[in-house]
Structure formats: C-alpha cells, structure tokens
C-alpha cells in the first residue's frame, strides 16, 4: 500500500508540463525616436510586455533599455511594431586606446564604436602567415615600415 501511494504521488507529477522558465534579460535597442509622443508610444508598447521589469529610454542616443523575463527577439519585433525603426544596440564602449579603433561611425554616442565581428581566417597555415605579416611589417620593401628600423 505505502508503494502504491507514493508511486501516485510521483506519477502524478509527471502528467503535468513543466514549462522552462525565461531568463533575466538585458536588451538594448536603438530607436528612432523624434518626440515625446514616439518616447511614450515606445515606452507604453515595451512596458505591456509579458516579464517586462521596468523599460528606460535615453533619447538623446535613441537609446532604450528594457530589462525582465523577456527575449530580445520579441523585444525587437514589438518595438518594430510601434512603426519606429529599431535594431539591436550596435555599439560597445570603446576603452582601448593602444589598439587601432575600428571604423568611425559618426553616429555612435561619445565613447562607443560600432560593434563588428571579426572573421577569423580560414587557412590552416594561420601561424605562418602572422609571422610573414609580422617580418614584412618592419622590412625594407615597406613604404609604411618603422623608420627607426
């Protein structure tokens, strides 16, 4: 008897779904936005959101920053709804000054650069090929090689 009722008591658990629950999200997003009417027409669509915790908008940088239990997929096509065009943030601090910056977006905010991904080269020679870039950098030949070489 006492193997039956616990057999029911774990077998009844397994008839239900167990739904996965959605994580803490932090989305940024870039929207246009002109007025106080597009601010609050974004802000109003966001906040509706099933999970939404709380949704900051910097129009300034067009900027808005909702974070919940939400994806940032659906973020995205429900602020796409409101009519405004919106991406995902593209832009990352830019904090390195001893490497080169990558390519100058004049509309990137003070201190942010446009986020591009790297392509990693596909020969199976990668080493060789740093290296040869690496002793033709400072070489004779090169118009644009160190001068106190």
């Not at 940032?72 to 429900?78: A, G, H, I, M, S």
Request: charged share 30%; proline share 7%.
């Amino acid at each position: 008897m006492g193997a039956a009722l616990s057999e029911m008591v774990v077998g009844s658990d397994m008839g239900r779904r167990s739904r996965k629950r959605k994580e803490f999200h932090t989305v940024e997003l870039k929207v246009r936005m002109d007025c106080d009417g597009c601010e609050l027409k974004v802000k109003n669509t966001l906040a509706r959101m099933r999970g939404v915790q709380s949704v900051e908008i910097n129009r300034k940088q067009q900027k808005v920053t909702v974070h919940g239990f939400v994806e940032p997929q659906r973020v995205l096509r429900r602020a796409k709804s409101t009519g405004k065009r919106a991406e995902l943030w593209p832009y990352v601090p830019y904090t390195n000054p001893y490497m080169a910056p990558p390519p100058y977006d004049k509309r990137a905010p003070a201190g942010h650069v446009r986020r591009v991904d790297v392509v990693v080269p596909a020969s199976g020679d990668g080493a060789a090929s740093q290296e040869e870039r690496l002793v033709t950098l400072f070489s004779d030949d090169n118009p644009n090689g160190c001068a106190v070489m």
